[in-house]
């Protein structure tokens, strides 16, 4: 990654932590000239959403679906995610709720008190969930997609078993990551992709060979302690984290809330958000619900850009 496409921010301590610094990626027009979407990134992504290291450039760029001839687009880093150098003292003490919180600084250290949406994958739409919570009136449009307001136990549980091999194995962040592709898949993907076939060579089963690729692939890219901040984070999402009441919180959200999921998602179940949608609408807020349809799991948003493209049309109109 290029560091000339980053920008750097101070923002307030937190939980007796020194400042905490922000790193963030911006494309478009000048900030205050056009409407602003922030973009949430997902687990192993970061802050360029678009250009050479884009992690989303089907969606995000010039005549995109989100096009940065239009909308001026930002999104940070989280912190510690091995991407800027900060390193959290005390990362078992900080959730989602605080990085919500120091996104939501650093908008306004950028002078911006409103944006026309906030749209994240995965962990990213958990954290943009806290942040609309946090922030009723900060948005247009919420957006969180293959996400949900909270962690749920299989959730919990994964998270937990992730941070259990990177702290005992020899090889952490290969093992974690190819342990981690079978919930970011589905058992269908993987048998129309391999249908039991071997390396003739290797004699492995091309599945495995798979794994171990993706699992070096991350490796090569990612930090340890990158790697043990964001996994940590995945297990804390939670708006009702102080025993509060859904309603109550919900209630003054002025954004329209589109909660977009994957029909075979095996980490963030679209059933969740099927449920949160029912009571959204319990509530009269103006929300809708749609769903990728794909063998591929969570990963889907980041496969199907044309199901991506189709939805996010309705909301981001040229």
Known sequence: ????????????????????????????????????????????????????????????????????????VISFNIPGNGIDPYKWEFIEKIHTGHIAKLFINGLKKLGITNLYAVIGGSIGGGISWEMVVLSPKLCKNLIPIASDWKSTDWLIANAFIQNRILNNSNDPIRDARMHAMLFYRTPESFSRRFARSKNEQSDMFNIESWLLHHGQVLKDRFTFNGYLTVNHLLGTIDILRNNQNFDVLIEPISAEIHLISVDSDLLFIANEDK??????????????????????????FLIENKQVETILSTIFKK
């Open 275 to 300: 449920i949160t949608f029912e009571r959204l609408k319990k509530l009269e807020k103006k929300c809708s619900y749609s769903e990728i349809k794909s063998v591929h799991g969570h990963d889907a």
């Open 1 to 72: 990654m290029d560091p000339k496409q980053l920008n750097y921010l101070d923002v307030d301590r937190l939980e007796g932590q020194i400042k905490v610094p922000l790193t963030y990626h911006l494309s478009g027009p000048k900030i205050g000239i056009a409407p602003i979407v922030l973009i949430n990134h997902p687990l192993t992504a970061n802050a360029i959403f678009s250009g050479v290291d884009g992690w989303w450039n089907e969606i995000v760029g010039p005549n995109k679906v989100i096009d940065t001839n239009i909308y001026t």
